[in-house]
């Protein structure tokens, strides 16, 4: 059951990087529809594209586009193949391998943008690819796992919720593009994505032993389901304010992180496994977490960046 659901959690990664570079791409290139026609005496725009927030007439008219749709849908498969695996596997053994979503995603947009990647970004991939094998296998033979009580979910749930309440107001209180508003707001979402796998894993255990229809069964499922619409809103705002890979790094190593750490709290996941092991998996979580920087690093968008803020040093001098 184990490799079957890190097998169908690969699958949803792929759907996610997919999913990612096709949204990030609507957001990103529908106009503002305020800004039709308003123009000053040369001909440009009063605020360039992605300078201004995103309103609910702009959310509007980017869910219509195609490309926001496929990707919408690729996303949904991938929510529903992630959900089938956490109900067969711990957290710590499925969530980390989302973060295989950053190479796909970053290799996509290479592959999009007819560059090849460069060695930064396949030392990268590597790095992350490796990571995650290596915290995957040492994590499948140690977890246990067992049922919560409702108490203990809904005061982990309410924390998680006011984190992503502070990081999403952090994120929305910025206006225009930034690594700083793209990570607070990205952050938000991998933590809503976080509470909605625990609570998924947790609907799961409580199911087999109390009944589907258990009060702490349905309270999950209503709690996921908002941390879903928070998260799926949010994440919109995010790629508006930067780079799909950017945000695809950041959800799929702070969710794991979040998911984790739920799991190891509620689940007792992690409690019969030793010292060393735990040493071999906070080695492995931080191959990973230094493979997605350095990705994000030699990322084209961010050497570009760079290069545009030398430029305009060097003109200023």
């Known amino acids: 059951m184990t490799i079957l659901a890190i097998g ?24 503002h529809p305020d800004d039709v026609g308003r123009a000053d005496e040369t001909g440009q725009l009063v605020e360039p594209a992605g300078t201004r927030p995103l309103s609910p007439r702009h959310l509007l008219a980017i869910v219509r586009r195609r490309r926001w749709l496929q990707g919408a849908g690729l996303a949904a498969i991938g929510s529903i193949v992630n959900g089938v695996a956490l109900l067969m596997a711990p957290l710590r053994v499925v969530q980390p391998v989302g973060v295989l979503a ?18 930064g ?5 590597a790095l992350t690819v490796g990571g995650v094998a290596v915290f995957v296998v040492a994590s499948a033979g140690s977890a246990t796992t067992h049922t919560p009580s409702a ?3 809904l005061t982990a749930g309410l924390v998680v919720a006011a984190l992503v309440v502070v990081l999403g107001a952090a994120g929305l209180a910025r206006h225009g593009r930034g690594p700083l508003r793209c990570l607070a707001l990205a952050s938000a979402v991998a933590a809503a994505y976080g509470l909605l796998s625990a609570l998924v894993r947790v609907a799961a255990q409580a199911a087999a032993d109390t009944g589907i229809l258990s009060p702490l069964v349905l ?7 908002v941390a879903f619409a928070a998260g799926a809103w949010l994440v919109q705002h995010a790629y508006h304010a930067g780079a799909p ?7 799929t190593v702070a969710d794991p992180i979040v998911a984790v750490v739920l799991g ?20 492995a979580a931080l191959t990973a977490t230094v493979g997605v920087l350095t990705l994000a690093h030699h990322h084209p968008d961010a050497v570009a960046a760079r290069a545009e803020r030398e430029g305009s040093v060097a003109v200023r001098a």
């Open 264 to 283: 190891a709290v509620l689940l007792g996941e992690g409690s019969t496994t030793p010292v060393g092991a735990w040493v071999l998996l906070g080695a």
């Open 121 to 125: 970004v396949l030392l990268g991939a």
């Open 8 to 31: 169908l959690t690969l699958i949803g990664a792929v759907c996610f990087a997919v999913a990612s570079v096709l949204q990030h791409h609507a957001v990103t290139t529908t106009e």
């Open 245 to 251: 890979e950017i945000v695809i790094a950041c959800l």
């Open 102 to 119: 950053v190479p796909l995603a970053v290799l996509l947009s290479a592959a999009k943008a007819r560059r090849r990647p460069s060695a």
């Open 219 to 225: 309270g999950c499922a209503a709690g996921a389901l």
């Open 151 to 153: 108490r203990a979910t």
